[in-house]
């Protein structure tokens, strides 16, 4: 896991270096199927149709995404890029060692963006097979939802779909893209925008 976390914070570093020349993209409406099926929407939106209750509730870290990032809807916390909400998405300087001493600190300091709860879900996702975790509540809630492996798959924010892609092919899958897919209240895709790292 450590290995992992090396590998992704040199991504974002070098990602961190271009990111302020990144925009969003509209996909136009004649690509949008084809964009959509590269990432499965179909497998996407039956996670998305069912209603998810019983779960164990547990207090978490909030790390919040870096400026480079682009802007979340929801205010997503890029610690749960993964599923155990161990990913950061922010210089390691910020993130306090296992073992460090805390006391008398600022809770601030040591956990910059806070706490919040969560609840981790016993079903899994329909077709996708994965773990699903709520955070927040009523419209406000993110439900976020994992790929069998623990990397995220996509989460919705009221009327907006988020969806990570991710190159799978090396031995630690890496972040390539996101698209932004506004919804219908049934899931239909409505507009799609695309951000590339």
Known sequence: ????LILFVIF???FNTFASEKELKTIPKSKTANVLKSVAYATIRSTLLVSYSEGEEKESNYTPCSENFPSMPGDFPC???DYEGTTLEVAPSSAVNEGEATEGSDPED???GGKVTIKQIKQKSPNLNGKVVLLGEGEDQLKIFYQPKGQISHYIFRKTLVIFKWDVSRSEPSLTGLLFVNVTRDFFP???????F
């Open 79 to 81: 610690n749960y890029l």
């Open 1 to 4: 896991m450590k290995r992992s």
């Open 12 to 14: 974002l570093f070098t």
């Open 110 to 112: 040591v956990y910059p």
């Open 190 to 196: 409505e507009e799609v925008r695309e951000y590339s």
